[in-house]
């Protein structure tokens, strides 16, 4: 099973009322949230690790994972509230505010987390989960305590104006980084972790050497490159009429560990090894689910039997 651990919540979608002035829609979101609903609607025994509410968007967000697949086992339930994102769209790209305090997600404590099962064979972790304290030192605690049996990918999805502590993140950061075997950053992200003059590829090259077998770089529409051992992969996006972006580059992530998983390469071992072949495969996989997701509203993953339809009219 692989397991996503992070944030689930509510985003607050805007939409036009019958009066014609704007309102808010909840969807239920969260990036850690968003892969994990993709990896189930994929066909991928998938579990997630967070801390729901039992309030109303609890409730809603609960019954997101079991319509999409997505086993519960793991979650934490407690009476605090729920994270809300409110969402702004500008030309289809998404803004976030975001009310976290005391949320039942957000004080998730090391103590918290459980023992995982031997079935567990891949944990995903990134999003403002690891952000946050005290969640953020529960996921990382997480990481290190599983890192040496485990695959794990990261993505980090940095949001800057949600630090409070640079400097606590950073070394938070850092120390995932060195025990992930995936990290996938988008050129804004590495350009936060290493914030010198230095041009993407050199960047990309101390993200490498800090411990990844594999990274993965996207860049919006130019689309995506793997950086393996002594190689290079780049995969361009299929081009689809965008709505909105929300949930893509979560989605994106679902389809790469999908076909990786698919593929049986979702292993330590096979990582550090995996042919340029494989991962162009992969990579690929994640711009198909990502080009159905960018093209409706919402955070709203494909299902496979989509994406198979896709493949096979032939779009592109």
């Known amino acids: ?5 992070g ?18 829609v909840p969807h239920c979101g969260g990036a ?3 892969t994990a609903i993709a990896l189930g609607r994929l066909g991928v025994r998938t579990g997630m690790l967070t801390g729901l509410s039992t309030d109303l968007f609890g409730q809603k967000l609960t019954a997101a994972l079991e319509a999409s697949h997505v086993e519960a086992t793991h979650v934490i339930h407690s009476e605090r509230p ?3 994102a409110f969402v702004t769209l500008i030309d289809g790209h998404a ?6 305090e005391n949320s039942a997600g957000r004080m998730l404590r090391p103590s918290d987390i459980p023992a995982l099962p031997a079935d567990v ?12 304290e005290p969640c953020a030192d529960a996921y990382a605690s997480l990481a290190s305590r599983e890192a040496a049996g485990r695959v794990i990918m990261l993505d980090p999805n940095i949001r800057p104006d949600f630090i409070r502590d640079t400097d606590r993140y950073r070394d938070r950061l850092d120390g995932m980084i060195a025990q992930a075997d995936i990290v996938k950053v988008s050129d804004e992200d590495l350009n936060w972790i290493h914030p010198g003059p230095e041009p993407l590829p050199d960047k990309l090259a101390m993200l490498r050497a800090a411990g990844p077998s594999v990274v993965i770089l996207t860049c919006g529409a130019d689309g995506s490159t793997a950086f393996l051992a002594g190689a290079e992969v780049s995969v361009a996006v299929e081009r689809v009429e965008v709505v909105d972006t929300v949930g893509a ?6 389809g790469v560990l999908a076909r990786l998983s698919e593929m049986g390469l979702l292993t330590k071992e096979a990582l550090a090894q995996i042919s340029p072949d494989d991962m162009r495969a992969a990579l690929a996989f994640g711009a198909r689910v990502a080009a159905v997701t960018v093209s409706r509203a919402g955070p709203n993953p494909p299902w496979s039997h989509e994406v198979r339809s896709r493949r096979e009219q032939g779009v592109k």
């Open 7 to 24: 944030e689930a919540l509510i985003d607050m979608i805007p939409a036009p009322t019958v009066t014609g002035s704007a309102g808010y």
């Open 32 to 34: 850690v949230f968003n």
């Open 249 to 254: 580059g979560d989605t994106f992530n679902a």
């Open 82 to 84: 729920t994270t809300l």
């Open 121 to 132: 064979t891949a944990l995903y972790l990134g999003g403002i989960s690891l952000t946050c």
């Open 95 to 100: 803004t976030y505010a975001f009310f976290d």
């Open 1 to 5: 099973m692989l397991l996503c651990c």
